[in-house]
């Protein structure tokens, strides 16, 4: 059966594996706090919180404010799940790749 990866030139290959390997090389810890919770999470986070309390202007004091930034956290969750998934994949795909 054929691989998922037979279709591809090699130079294509060796530019996946030098792309992958430059993530590897800044480590599990930066590629998923750094790229995942922090700027998709926070992404998703001030955009929500910003449009949320442009629309209810009212928010924007004490307890409410507090209540709105709470209301969505879960989205660094969201990004630190989302992380771990990418890098599993990624790692996933680079020893396919790298056994070639």
């Known amino acids: ?20 390997e430059n993530s590897r090389r800044r480590g599990k810890t930066f590629f998923v706090f750094f790229e995942y919770v922090l700027r998709w999470g926070g992404a998703f986070f001030v955009a929500h ?4 309390l442009l629309l209810h202007p ?3 004091h004490g307890v409410q404010a507090l209540y709105t930034c709470g209301e969505y956290s879960s989205y660094f969750l969201a990004g630190y799940l989302w992380g771990l998934w990418s890098w599993h994949s990624n790692e996933k795909r680079y020893r396919e790749l790298k056994a070639l």
């Open 49 to 52: 919180v910003a449009f949320d």
């Open 58 to 60: 009212s928010r924007l």
């Open 1 to 20: 059966m054929a691989k998922a990866t037979d279709f591809m030139l090699d130079a294509d290959r060796e530019l996946i594996l030098a792309r992958l």
